[in-house]
């Protein structure tokens, strides 16, 4: 499915280290990064070009992930794991970027042995041992309060101990109890308010499968932390314990 999906498509390499300026001009575009401490800001330059060595960016229905494209995907992916290290997203190398919207072929075998082709349309997606997919799109307020990099890349943090049920494998020191009651206590308080018909702390999209939420709550971790921490202050505590990061503090302390 891979090859049927994918052929044809140029890979591309970031290899040229950025100009300062080149690299104030995308950094500005991502002010969710304002948290950071400047030795933070200089760990995750680092990494973020250790990240386009290893990764294979491939432009998808005519569109061309230019520098500037690979550079801002490159910091927003590695964000997450600033703390954790690159060796999270190993075993993988292909990252697919869309203009915009697009739509994923599948194929489903039922319990009857019929095959079942069908489409979707997406803004991301992430393959277990394959590649991330993702939409880009110009307007940076096109799906406002989200960030498809983050959430995907939560995916792949979420697959490195098995299926994508909301719980990564935790560090030591971590209770995988206190993880799971707390994130799925606010899961269920996520689906009592959308039937109720009220408006949700997260994306509703949140609510629509535990490897979701975890996915939303990250994004809304990094992008948007005083209302993930008004909504949900313990699910707010165990990701600031997961990503060993806290964007609600200072930028100038830790």
């Not at 550079?71 to 794991?81: D, M, R, V, Y």
């Not at 999270?88 to 739509?103: D, E, K, L, M, Q």
């Not at 072929?105 to 319990?111: I, L, S």
């Not at 935790?170 to 799971?180: C, F, R, T």
Request: aromatic fraction near 12%; charge should be negative; hydrophobic fraction near 45%.
């Amino acid at each position: 499915m891979l090859t049927k999906l994918f052929s044809g498509l140029l890979h591309k390499r970031l290899i040229a280290t950025p100009s300062p300026e080149f690299w104030t001009g995308v950094e500005q575009s991502l002010p969710f990064l304002g948290y950071l401490a400047t030795e933070e800001k200089q760990a995750l330059r680092a990494m973020a070009l250790e990240f386009l060595q290893e990764k294979v960016f491939t432009g998808a229905a005519g569109f061309e992930p230019d520098a500037g494209v690979r550079l801002s995907i490159a910091l927003q992916a590695c964000l997450p794991i600033l703390k954790l290290g690159l060796r999270s997203y190993a075993g993988w190398c292909g990252i697919v970027v869309y203009p915009g919207n697009f739509i994923i072929p599948y194929e489903e075998t039922d319990e009857q042995g019929l095959r079942h082709e069908y489409q979707d349309e997406a803004i991301g997606e992430a393959w277990d041992g394959g590649p991330v997919i993702l939409s880009w799109f110009d307007d940076i307020n096109e799906y406002e309060g989200s960030n498809v990099v983050i959430h995907e890349f939560a995916h792949k943090l979420d697959m490195l101990n098995g299926d994508t049920d909301g719980c990564p494998p935790l560090h030591a020191g971590m209770s995988k109890a206190a993880w799971k009651s707390t994130m799925e206590a606010a899961f269920a308080d996520m689906g009592k308010r959308l039937d109720a018909g009220e408006n949700t702390p997260l994306d509703p999209y949140a609510a629509e499968h535990p490897g979701e939420f975890f996915a939303v709550c990250a994004e809304a971790f990094f992008i948007q932390p005083k209302s993930l921490h008004a909504a949900y202050p313990e699910v707010f505590r165990q990701l600031v314990a997961f990503f060993r990061q806290n964007p609600l503090r200072p930028a100038s302390g830790m």
